[in-house]
C-alpha cells in the first residue's frame, strides 16, 4: 500500500507545472501517488499534464473553487495514511518526500509537518520556515527574506504553510477538513490552529527543502484579492477559534494590531480593500453560528494563548 498521495491544486498553473512534475520524477522516495486538482484553468494545464506525465491523477473542475475546496476534494480522492499538499509554482529537493514522510513518523502526536521553503528565483534567501500566529491577529510565514542557511532546527511551529507540507489523513475526520469558507488564505493556519486545540502538534523539518516561486495564482505579493481574502478570513478565523473570553482577553492586542494593518495597507493603497474585508469577515461570523467553549480542549486553549502572547515578540525578533 502506498503511504503518501501529493496533492496539488491548479488554477492556470501551465507555465510551472514541468518544474514541480519534473521535480516529482526525479524523488528518491517512490512511494506515493500524485493527485493534480485542476480549479477550471483554461490554459490547458490538465491536457498537458496527462500527456507528459500520465502517471499524474488529474481531478478536472468545472470552475475555481479555491484552494481550500480543491485539496479538500483531493484529500477526498485519496486513501493513504499521509497527505502531502504541494503548490504548484514550486520546486522540491530529491529527498523533499522521503524527508517529509519520515518526519511526520518521527513525531506521533503531529497533525502536520512543513517544509523549508526557500525562494525559487534568489536562493539565498528563505520564504517559509513554519507559520506563526499572534494575539495582533498577525499570521506570518518565519523567516521570510532571512539567509536560507538559519533555521536548521527542527522544532514545534504554530501551524504549517500549506504550500509544502504533510498531513495525517485520518486527523482531517476528527478536526474538520479545511474550511471551504477561507477559498484561500489563512486556510492553513486556520486548520494548524483547529489542530492545536485538538491537542496534536505541527512541526518545521528543515531537511524537507523546496524552492517556492510565490504568488502564483494570485500574481503578487500584495494584489485586491490576496488583501481582501486575507483579512476577511482572519476575522473569520478569529470568530471560529477563540472561545469568546479568549476573544476579549485578546481585544486591546487585536484592535492594535488591525489598526496597524489598516495603516500599513493604506499607504500602500490597499486600505479600501483591507477594510473592505474585515467587513465581509464580521458578515460572514453574523451568519455562521459560532463553536461553543468545548471544557476538554481548556488546556489546550492557555497553552496557545501563551503562545499567542509569546509570538508577538517573535514576529518582531523573528526567532
Known sequence: MLEVTIIIPNFN???YLEACLGALKRQSFRDFQTILVDNGSSDGSVLWTREH?????????????????????????SDTPFVLLLNNDTEVDKNFVEQMVQGIKRHRRAFSCSARMIQYHDRTKLDDAGNYYCALGWAYARGKGKPADKYKKEEQIFASCGGAAIYRRKLFEKIGFFDNEHFAYLEDTDVGYRARIYGYENWYLPEAVVYHVGSGTSGSRYNQFKIRYSSRNNIYMIYKNMPLPQIVLNFPFLAAGFAAKLVFFTKKGFGREYAAGIKNGFQICKRDKKVDFQLRHFSSYVRIQAELWRNILRRFTDK
Request: aromatic share 10%; hydrophobic share 45%; net charge negative.
Open 13 to 15: 498553473g501551465l507555465s
Open 53 to 77: 506525465y500520465p502517471w499524474v491523477e488529474c481531478i478536472e473542475l468545472p470552475e475555481n473553487i479555491g484552494f481550500s475546496g480543491a485539496v479538500n476534494i483531493g484529500i477526498g480522492a
